[in-house]
């Protein structure tokens, strides 16, 4: 049977909450409340329902009842037709895991569906799906990089991120001595610094002082490791350092030491550390000079480039080799770089090509904002029937006709309903999903792949090159040999030389394995 034109009979309903604090609301309730009256909607039967409480894992590893839900497709494949979500971003916020979850459904022939969202078979649909999933991932991006900023601008205003050190506690988001281990530990620094006793030593010293490390809340005895990092951290005198920010930054707190007595228990420790070795230089897997690392393959043997410099009598060269040594010539980086920008330059869609193919994406899109903008418009009216149900009750008790624990027990109910509706009513999607920041998006970065290249870091490379080139590019020493095109990128490309008639949604199929759109 075509995918397109396939009948939904039975589905299964997957539900989750992103923190634990959700699980003791009516959000996943509300949540099967609207999977379900869509699924009635609809005429489908729901065989099961997958409830995921309180997992807001950056990894499927971390969400054993999608897990759990996706074995149960494959095992149960020839009795269910798809999968119901409240939302697209319950299955994953990740773009590429959005897809690679989508493309195992679709193994198994199971549809995706989303009760407040356009989903479906066509292939407008599927891209639509797929821009919604771009989406989802640029909201959870967002958010992050604001709480990443907020984290940056606290350290550079000399804040500690997180718990501070043994010796001080968080006090209305300040750092300020715990009366409970500050003296033992000013006291271990100053007989550290004598030069006259070892980490060893410091480690009982403070065991016998009954100070413990506690870590997620368990309490530990002081070891000499630990001693040793007490040692190597400078917040003791008064600056902040981070691992994430290369500054070092002047702490608002109070110092316990003295900036001369922290070095002069360093160059102690150093004269009593026998076993220091060279430290490993741990390489940088994303490395700017090399963004083309392991995407571009040898054309000979097919193994991934890396990268290197090449010393000549005055300069350093940059370039790229196979890892398998198999004999080819070395590529130097610029070259290979300036013909992946001309290539994507060459392949890029003509003007007339992408008006055509939004003009499409805009009529599928208004068609299905007119669906939900009218489950809006219901909504409203429910709402105020429950509105007025609720002051009736209210009425009845204040006149003893209800009881406080009948009004209880009703109104409780009666603020179920509205919070179901609320979220329907209230659901933000086509102000999040603006078309006219899709269509922008569009035109910006595919107008010229070239230059989108050139103006991406190295994360958005990786995106760009694996969604139009999903089996990776080869060099044919020189050029690229034929890469292959993603089909999905090829139905945008060559939309220009087909006759498709707007909303026709059978004129092309193609993969829905594009996620170049979290670029957004």
Known sequence: ?????????????????????????????????????????????????????????????????????????????????????????????????????????????????????????????????????????????????????????????????GNPPMGYKISDGYATKDPETWSSIKKSWDLMATGKHTLEDMAKFLNKQGVKQIIRGKEYTIRPQTVSRIYKNKFYFGTLTSASYPEEVKGQHIPMITEAQYYKVQSVIAGRNNSIKLPIVVKNRDNPDFPLRRLVKCGKCGTPFTGGWSSGRTTKHAYYFCRNRCGVPSVKAYELDFT?????????????????????????????????????????????????????????????????????????????????????????????????????????????????????????????????????????YPGYSNPEISPLYQYIYQFENAYIPIGDSNALSFESDFSVFQYI
């Open 1 to 161: 049977m075509n995918e397109q034109n396939k009948e939904i009979k039975t589905a299964v309903i997957y539900l989750r909450v992103s923190t634990e604090e959700q699980v003791d609301n009516f959000s996943l309730d509300t949540q099967a409340d609207i999977c379900s009256k869509e699924a009635l909607r609809k005429g489908i039967e729901v065989i099961k329902v997958f409830r995921e409480e309180g997992r807001s894992a950056k990894t499927i590893k971390g969400r054993p009842v999608l897990i759990e839900l996706l074995e149960y497709c494959r095992k149960n494949k020839r009795k269910i037709d798809a999968v119901i979500v409240y939302r697209l971003d319950r299955i994953s916020r990740k773009t590429s895991d959005y897809l690679a979850i989508r493309q195992k459904l679709a193994t198994c022939d199971i549809t995706l569906l989303s009760a407040t969202e356009p989903t479906g078979n066509s292939p407008t649909e599927k891209l639509v799906e797929t821009i919604l999933a771009g989406f989802a991932q640029l909201d959870n991006d967002v958010r992050s990089e604001r709480t990443k900023n907020g984290m940056r601008a606290r350290f550079l205003s000399g804040l500690q991120n």
């Open 340 to 476: 992946t920008a001309e290539y994507l330059r060459h392949i890029s869609p003509t003007p007339e090509c992408l008006d055509a193919f939004i003009a499409l994406l805009r009529n599928s899109y208004y068609k299905r904002a007119s669906i939900l903008q009218k489950k809006k418009n219901s909504a409203e009216v429910e709402l105020k029937k429950l509105y007025s149900l609720r002051q009736s009750l209210i009425e009845k008790n204040l006149s003893g006709v209800y009881s406080d624990e009948i009004f209880k027990e009703q109104n409780k109910l009666i603020e179920e309903q509205i919070t179901t509706i609320q979220m329907t009513k209230d659901d933000e999607l086509l102000e999040k999903y603006n078309l006219q920041s899709v269509v922008e998006f569009i035109k910006d970065k595919f107008g010229d792949l070239g230059k989108t290249y050139q103006q991406s870091d190295i994360s958005q490379i990786r995106v760009l090159l694996g969604s139009i080139f999903p089996s990776g590019l080869a060099w044919g």
